[in-house]
């Protein structure tokens, strides 16, 4: 169940569009969106929250992460206690603990949306010979542990469509960090008495996408019930990060 929970919560925030989207998340296979090559580029990940209380109180967090692409689509994103390495050319993850000098490597997979039901499968390239027979039974197990819960995900996706379609409008271009990046917003209303509300309460989503690094270059997220939450790219350099990157140093010992 903790797969099908993690997919839920990813879709309750839009995962099940077809776009390059802010966050890798990671499950016991981790995943991650499409491979874009040929865009290289490396960014500050900036993910920030507030929230005003009825008296005043400012509520805030924020958090950062550094993120690389290299020409071939290879990802490697830092966060303060964790670094993670998508390599999308021999398909592995390889997950870094800086702190036990420690790897965990898995076979990665793809998350995308077909007909409103989430699929997770390996990716399509030659198979690396050093994959082993333990790494697909841990793929094969999380496969079998998604198709067990598909019908549970399929009466929450059915619930998610009764909800009124948003109105979705063009922001036209704007330049964020030095990018051009093209802006969509979407409004949902949840209507008087949907959740005990006595006056409608507007939810307003917007991305902003750089289609020349073909990846999100800000989002807002405004819920009158939660407060404001904003992700923004930072410090973007174009250009080819060091290849070493990614990498795992020898020094690192796998799991």
């Known amino acids: 169940m903790k797969l099908f929970s993690a997919m839920f919560a990813l879709l309750a925030v839009g995962a099940a569009q077809e776009t390059p989207q802010p966050n890798i998340s990671t499950f016991s296979a981790p995943v991650m969106g499409k491979t874009v090559r040929g865009a290289p580029y490396s960014a500050?990940?900036?993910?920030?929250?507030?929230?005003?209380?009825?008296?005043?109180?400012?509520i805030s967090h924020q958090?950062?992460?550094?993120?690389?692409?290299?020409?071939?689509?290879?990802?490697?994103?830092?966060?303060?206690?964790?670094?993670?390495?998508?390599?999308?050319?021999?398909?592995?993850?390889?997950?870094?603990?800086?702190?036990?000098?420690?790897v965990e490597r898995l076979l990665m997979g793809t998350l995308v949306n077909r007909q409103k039901r989430i699929l997770i499968w390996r990716t399509d390239i030659t198979p690396n010979p050093e994959v082993t027979a333990r790494a697909k039974a841990e793929l094969d197990a999380n496969v079998a542990e998604l198709k067990a819960n598909l019908d549970q995900l399929g009466e929450a996706l059915a619930k998610l469509a009764r909800r009124n379609n948003p109105?979705?409008?063009?922001?036209?271009?704007?330049?964020?960090?030095?990018?051009?990046a093209d802006g969509t917003r979407a409004t949902e209303t949840i209507e008087t008495g949907a959740v005990g509300n006595d006056r409608p309460i507007q939810v307003v989503y917007e991305t902003w996408i750089s289609p020349d690094l073909q990846t999100v270059v800000m989002t807002k997220h405004t819920d009158p019930r939660t407060g404001e939450d904003t992700f923004r790219l930072a410090n973007v350099h174009h250009g080819e990060p060091a290849p070493d990157l990614f990498l795992v140093p020898a020094d690192y010992k796998e799991k």
Not at 44 to 58: C, F, N, P, Y
Not at 69 to 91: H, L, M, W
């Open 44 to 58: 500050d990940e900036i993910t920030e929250s507030l929230q005003v209380l009825a008296d005043g109180t400012r």
């Open 63 to 102: 958090s950062k992460a550094t993120v690389y692409r290299d020409s071939q689509g290879r990802v490697r994103r830092e966060s303060p206690d964790k670094i993670v390495i998508f390599d999308t050319v021999i398909g592995y993850s390889y997950t870094l603990d800086p702190k036990t000098m420690t």
């Open 167 to 180: 109105l979705t409008e063009s922001l036209g271009q704007r330049v964020i960090e030095g990018l051009t």
